[in-house]
């Protein structure tokens, strides 16, 4: 692995919010042996809205030695408003630790060693122009077993203005002689964010980053709690000429053939109550998980 990169995922701090369910145990436990299971420093924290309960799991039936659970003193009237909490936690972390990466993800999703690798290799190229790697939420249909785009609700057009990237490799990067390519996708959740430290001091001081109150309403917003720290400064971006751009989020994706790439697609693990786990595919256009991972950009 490249030096640089290597710096990157030195010590990683990832931030879970779980709101309890019982249900959502045997995720949780899968997302953690996951997270532990990086081969390298790894601390994680796991807000939840019932800290006492989760902990007894942890003690009674679970052994995550890097594991710490985070309870809220805030009293929330809807589930969603435990998303926000993580600014908090990781302020704290950023303050008291020297972790190199910040990881802030939903309990029911798996970003891969090998995916995290490649997301640090990304965002070298992509970080000095602004831009961030992003992921796909992936989930396998019930009827056919393919990969669908479960957050997607609408194809890609490769022909789009500013869709299409194109950076060229470093000359410290990982000896590949060819530009890589990336694409905007039509929407930028992914039910989590990752950030080097320098990121994360940027974001921190951004008006935004302490809005964490418009999430404690009637009906919070969870999407915009895991991404709308991704909103561009549209003037910057169009002095590059990427114009209708929504999200600094681009993906990796084979330009021949059309396909973004395997590496960015992330499991959402919990299908029960996921249009993804319909008996027949939903009517294009109407829903979630309409749209196979493959089949996501179009000429």
């Known amino acids: 692995m490249d030096i640089a ?3 990157v995922l030195n010590k990683i701090f990832i931030c879970i919010t779980f709101h ?3 249900r959502r145990l045997p995720t949780l436990q899968l997302v953690l042996q996951t997270y532990t299971g990086y081969p390298t420093n790894v601390e994680v924290c796991v ?8 902990s007894n799991v942890m003690r009674s039936r679970w052994n995550f030695t890097s594991v710490s659970v985070c309870g809220t003193r805030r009293e929330m009237t809807h589930a969603f408003q435990l998303a926000w909490e ?39 190229l992509l970080a000095p122009v602004g831009l961030h790697r992003g992921f796909v939420r992936v989930e396998s249909a019930q009827w056919d ?18 869709a299409d990237v194109s ?11 060819t530009a890589s390519h990336f694409v905007h996708l039509a929407s930028s959740y992914q039910a989590m964010w990752v950030a080097s430290r320098m990121q994360l001091a940027v974001w921190m ?9 418009n999430g404690y309403t009637d009906n919070p917003s969870r999407e915009d709690a895991a991404h709308n720290l991704y909103s561009l400064k549209t003037d910057h971006f169009q002095r590059q000429g990427l114009h209708g751009i929504l999200s600094s989020l681009v993906v990796p994706y084979d330009r021949a053939a059309h396909r973004v790439l395997p590496v960015a697609g992330i499991a959402h693990l919990d299908t029960k109550e996921s249009d993804c786990s319909l008996e027949a595919p939903r009517p294009a256009g109407t829903a979630h998980c309409t ?5 996501l950009l179009v000429a």
């Open 5 to 7: 990169l290597r710096d």
């Open 145 to 162: 077993g393919r990969l669908i785009a479960n957050d997607q609700l609408h194809n890609v057009s490769l022909s789009m203005a500013g």
């Open 205 to 213: 001081r951004d008006p935004e980053w302490g809005a964490a109150q």
């Open 47 to 54: 807000i939840t809205n019932e800290p006492e309960r989760l």
């Open 86 to 124: 993580h600014r908090d936690v990781m302020e704290v972390a950023y303050e008291k630790g020297d972790h190199s990466l910040y990881i802030y993800t939903e309990d029911d999703v798996e970003l891969t060693w090998p995916a995290l690798q490649a997301w640090a290799a990304d965002e070298s």
């Open 291 to 295: 749209i196979y991972f493959d089949d």
């Open 20 to 22: 309890w369910t019982v």
């Open 167 to 177: 950076i060229a490799p470093s000359l410290h990067g990982d000896a590949r002689v």
